[in-house]
């Protein structure tokens, strides 16, 4: 027999399906060897609260993706949030490290937190396809990596479209970064970056021997 049961996130298909489980796991013994539940939701919501404090520390030296969201997902980051990943050790280019990634298109419904990247080349807050923030990008993301081989450090990427920043930015934006390629705060490589509203906020680049570094980058235009 299969049952599927379709609804929202956040509707109760766990609690529902933990109630159906119980159920069946009572009909008889070894009744749980023929019983297979499943629970997934296409498109999510990571809501970081100000008390989440997520942080990776390691000597890797290789590409790692910290938290990877499905498009169309969205992100609510409260104030007082953060999600650090430093590295320890000597770091080659190879040590490319993403912390909030999303495979396709990401809302930002919130972003008040702080995100942090030490002692490795990476990308900050990275999309695939478009990146749109529907309120005011008022946190921190901070990629500090002073004395690394970085081939290219970014704070917030979309890969393939565009970023639009619906209510402004009044947060920071901060890349540190020693030798290498490349260096952005902003950075849009197939489309347009659009910010509408106050742009209070602070974009820093600090280049070492780099090729190129700028506060915002878009190949098709600043709007």
């Known amino acids: ?12 298909k766990t609690h529902k399906l933990t109630g159906e489980y119980l159920t069946l796991l009572f009909t008889g ?10 629970t997934f939701t296409n498109k999510v919501t990571l809501k970081l609260t100000e008390t989440a404090n997520i942080t990776y520390t390691s000597d890797n030296n290789a ?17 007082g ?28 419904s919130q972003f008040a937190g702080e995100i942090t990247v030490d002692n490795a080349r990476g990308r900050g807050l990275y999309a695939k396809n478009d990146l749109t923030f529907t309120a005011p990008m008022a946190g921190k ?23 639009v920043f619906e209510k402004g930015i009044t947060g920071q934006i901060k890349v ?9 705060g902003i950075i849009a490589q197939s ?8 742009i209070s906020g602070t974009i820093y680049v600090q280049l070492g021997t780099s090729h190129m570094g700028c506060g915002i980058n878009a190949a098709t235009g600043i709007i």
């Open 1 to 12: 027999m299969l049952t599927v049961y379709r609804a929202s996130a956040g509707a109760g």
């Open 176 to 184: 540190v970064f020693g030798g290498g390629k490349n260096g952005f």
């Open 81 to 108: 949030a953060r999600v650090v990943m430093t590295g320890t050790g000597t770091q080659n280019a190879n040590r490319d490290w993403r912390v909030i990634y999303s495979d396709g298109a990401l809302t930002v």
């Open 29 to 38: 013994p070894g009744a749980f060897r023929r019983i297979l539940a499943v």
């Open 141 to 163: 993301v901070t990629m500090n990596n002073p004395n690394g081989d970085n081939q290219y450090t970014c704070g917030i990427v979309s890969n393939a479209g565009n970023i």
């Open 191 to 198: 489309g347009n970056v659009r910010i509408n509203g106050d």
């Open 63 to 79: 590409q790692i993706y910290l938290i990877t969201l499905q498009d169309g997902s969205t992100l609510d980051m409260a104030a």
